[in-house]
Nanobody, 124 residues
């Protein structure tokens, strides 16, 4: 059984940085597409950043391009989301997810594995 554990959220001020981590257990995530989603109360969950199983391809939501960076360390079975220049509108619960299918397919049809969300609050 795959388990994903996300961490790194917190309360920061606008312009600050945070790094989220998501560590998997139960099997190696090498080859699995992984992504960070966020949900703002009253809005649908959205894919913020994703990385392919090989790590060669990444995806970013337009509003975070140039500010967020997703990366993975397969040796540690961990995916990271470095968030710089945070804005109040980035406030949300962030959750990591993984799937053996491609990120494009999995993100549209539903990721197979989910971690518990971590709250990021950005004050103005």
């Amino acid at each position: 059984q795959v388990q994903l554990v996300g961490s790194g959220g917190g309360l920061v001020q606008a312009g600050d940085s945070l790094r989220l981590s998501c560590t998997a257990s139960g099997r190696t995530m090498s080859g699995y597409a992984m992504g960070w989603f966020r949900q703002i109360p009253g809005k649908e969950r959205e894919l913020v950043a994703g990385i392919s199983g090989s790590g060669m391809s990444t995806y970013y939501l337009d509003s975070v391009k140039g500010r967020f960076t997703i990366s993975r360390d397969n040796a540690k079975n961990t995916v990271y989301l470095q968030m710089n220049s945070l804005k109040p509108e980035d406030t949300a619960v962030y959750s990591c997810a993984a799937d053996s299918r491609s990120l494009l397919v999995a993100s549209s049809r539903g990721m197979a594995y989910w971690g518990k969300g971590t709250l990021v609050t950005v004050s103005s």
